[in-house]
C-alpha cells in the first residue's frame, strides 16, 4: 500500500464533460473524484506490469 506520509500531488488537465463524468463513475463505486482516480492508477499499474513486468520506482526496470 502506499506510503501516506509520501503521497505526493498531481494536477491534470480534462474536459468539464470528461469531470462529470469521472464524478459520476466515481459515485458509483462510492470513491471521491480523487480516490476514483487512484484507484484507476493502481489498477492499470498493476495490469500493465502483470503483462510486461514490474516498474522501478525511477521508472525503469528494477
Known sequence: MEDK???RTISIQ????TKEKAV???RQSCRSLS???RQLL???IRAYEAENGPIG???GRP
Open 35 to 37: 480516490g476514483y482516480v
Open 5 to 7: 506520509k509520501k503521497a
Open 14 to 17: 480534462v474536459t468539464p464533460e
Open 42 to 44: 493502481r489498477v492499470h
Open 57 to 59: 520506482r525511477d521508472g
Open 24 to 26: 459520476w463513475l466515481a
